[in-house]
């Protein structure tokens, strides 16, 4: 049964691959560099899994190369594991509970499970479970330890052994070097590595016709090389003594690119120096949920490239726990920089380009534009003074210092939010300008922290600044977006409808046709007083997620809309942080010819569905294809303009590789029984009375307003000094708490 599920869910994924045939390689042979799964797609499914080396070889460049991290079992068979301990990374605990043993391993004592305790019969009922927490666990006792000829049984493209520690082996009567010359045919490895200098010469020239290339495997720089007694940093001096036993070098990424504080400094010269030497220079520590350099804006493509297409260098490959994304940036997304859209989807920035500058702020405008976005948005708020300017919400405590600054104006707004804050209407502009603008962090309590040292930087715009810097840039477009209008109206005296409406008129946008105006809101009587305009098209905004549209629902949209944008978790159908499938609701909506956006997408790994492979290119090209989205709302434009770019966005595209569109539910066939949390009830529907909002209320004067009802007598101060309004300061107080809380993450 497991073998049926299998084969129908990889057939599916089934791509070969090559990169652009133009392109031209800076790596030792002028070729692509090489795609090396570790352990297969062990960034998904357990490491060393069939299925993690079957969904390698069924989403990877067709040359990928499958890493297999050797260890001996007692009784002389090679078993492909991540690590010289199985405590981690199988169930064997439970199989044999007193079989953890003390062994003396690089110096240093470790206590576990060994393979060299136990036989492959032994391990026979042990199965695999998934060793990074972050990582799904649905799978974790369904697939058994997988030996090496098992692996070759699957005829790999590639393949590459890596021996860790033969020295250990040794020790315990297991030496891998006769097992590797024995088996040399049958094996026909394309790569083995070792830290071991001594186990690499003891292979050296002995491997007959073989074409096995023997690598270098450099640890941290200071850990010692057993054979030598020197530490990597002191071998890395010396390079052109490697060449005498071996072909190439494996080195973490910081030897490459190192990286202080989070920030990538200057590359070192290695890859040229290797290069000159004729050595390969292959690359680690690749994984789409592992912490990288800011400068990647938590996009794994980004950092790919850094390395294979750059101007200065390529490395020779690269090791892996996600080849899928290794391949799309390799096959893909290199040397595309110059291209145009290969795609007629738009690319809408969320509060500019806000996943690496502090969102509306004049940097994260610019940002966005130089990204390559199609189309820059303002989220209009008011002032007490009526200056209309642009940022993500009313509430000023989430993108400013206002919690700090006014924390005498926080107050709880019931219409408009649950929580108290500090609200724009209740600032002048000139106050608001005095402001320090602040970098949003979703994913702060995973540590995940967006560009700090952004924090503090940028200007707010008005609404007349953000037209007039739209209109002088290359973007196709710009989206206004409304909300709160009925509140402002009736309880500030603010009509931010009118003041949208003649800020586009006096920068003629209302006449221009060479940049497209969106007009967008959760409010149709919004949408309503922009209906004369036939040039602008109108955006009905629906935020909450939901299962499915009717076509009632349909109809009364159509009367006050060109488009509608949608919760991205609208369009799936949700098990925990899996997908079961689509719901009908892009299908809906397209089939009524309306244009169809999604947001509001981000990088961050823990943002995206398993089912997209902590891939954000796997997640956009999943809305463009097949849902046919006309448009996608990112916080951060540089990774889909990217993918727009590729020519691998377009799947009829006669191609030897292309990204491997996500098909949701077929994560969640291959779980182990009960390992999956209880579906998720379905959204609600979306029915007619939730679509139309009634007529906007008439402006009124504040003066004109009705007085609040008399509050409570004024109490007499307290002897102790303490002011009368304690209470609000103390809710003041605990907020600026909150907010320290949340910026330390």
Known sequence: MLRLLLASWLVGLAASAVTTPTAKWQTLSGKAPRVVARGGFSGIVPDSSQLAYELAMSSSVKDVILYCNLQMTKDGIGMCQYDITLDNSTDIQGFYPKGQKTYTLNGEQVRGYFSVDFTSEQLFN???VQNVFSRPSIFDGVFPLYMLEDLLSLKPPGLWINVESNTFFKQHKQDVTPYIIEGASIIKANYISSPEIGFLKSLNGKLGKAKTKLVLKFLSQDSIEPTTGKSYSTILQDLKSIKAYASGILVPKDYIWPVNKGYLELSTSLVKEAHALGLEV??????????????????????????????NFSVDGVLTDFPITASESIACLAHTQGNRKQAKA??????????????????????????GTDVIDCSVQMTKDGVAFCLDSIDLTGGTNAVTAFMDRSKAVPEIQQDAGVFSFDLSWTEIQSLKSQMQNPGAKSNLLRNPAANNQGKLMTLVQFLDFAKNSSVSGILINIENAPYLASKKGLDIVKSVSDALTNASFDKQTEKQVFIQSDDTAVLSAFKTNASYKRVLMIKEQISTIPVPSVTEIKQYADAVSINRFSVTKRTGFFLSGFTDVAQTLKKANLTLFIHVLRNEFIAIPYDYFSDPIVEIDTYINPLEADGIVTEFPSTASRYLRSPCVNPKANLEYTIVTSTPGQLVQAAGPGALPPAEAPAPILDPADVVDPPLPPVVAVADQSPPAPGPATPTPAKSGQPANAAGILLCLMMVVFSFVQLRG
């Open 282 to 311: 292959f690359t680690s520590g690749f994984g789409n949920d592992l912490q990288m350099s800011y400068n990647f804006s938590y996009d794994p493509t980004a950092e790919y490239l850094k390395f294979v297409d750059n101007a």
């Open 346 to 371: 738009l690319v809408i920035s969320h509060n500019g380009a806000s996943g690496i500058y502090p969102g509306s702020t004049d940097l994260a405008y610019q940002q966005a534009v130089s990204d």
């Open 126 to 128: 042990v199965s695999l």
